[in-house]
């Protein structure tokens, strides 16, 4: 069973930083390309950062120089760090796995997500 669970969500001030982790199990971790999406009350969910199994991510503009996206295979784990946040940062951020990826678009074809964690940033 595909499971992607997620942590470390938290309020914080702006100018401040969170790290979120993703436990992956139940498939072959290296076979997918992972990613981080997040949804704000009344928008859509959009793609935030992905990675693919070469290294390569892309960022969405409004993140990108503040966020970062690595994993850790030995513990089949995802993580975000984000530094710097700012109000708009306020989201639910959910962890995903992907069988496509686009240079353009990043980690797409989303076939598992996380049940997702909240991050709220104050002014």
């Known amino acids: 069973q595909v499971q992607l669970v997620e942590s470390g969500g938290g309020s914080v001030q702006a100018g401040g930083s969170l790290r979120l982790s993703c436990v992956v199990s139940?498939?072959?971790?290296?076979?997918?390309?992972m990613a981080w999406f997040r949804q704000a009350p009344g928008k859509e969910r959009e793609g935030v950062i992905g990675l693919d199994n070469f290294g390569s991510t892309m960022y969405a503009d409004s993140v990108e120089g503040r966020f970062t996206i690595s994993k850790d295979n030995a513990k089949n784990t995802l993580y975000l760090q984000m530094n710097n946040l700012r109000p708009e940062d306020s989201a639910m951020y959910y962890c995903a796995a992907g069988v496509n990826w686009s240079f353009s678009s990043g980690c797409n074809s989303i076939s598992a997500w996380g049940q997702g964690t909240q991050v709220t940033v104050s002014s």
């Open positions: 139940g498939f072959t971790y290296s076979d997918y390309c």
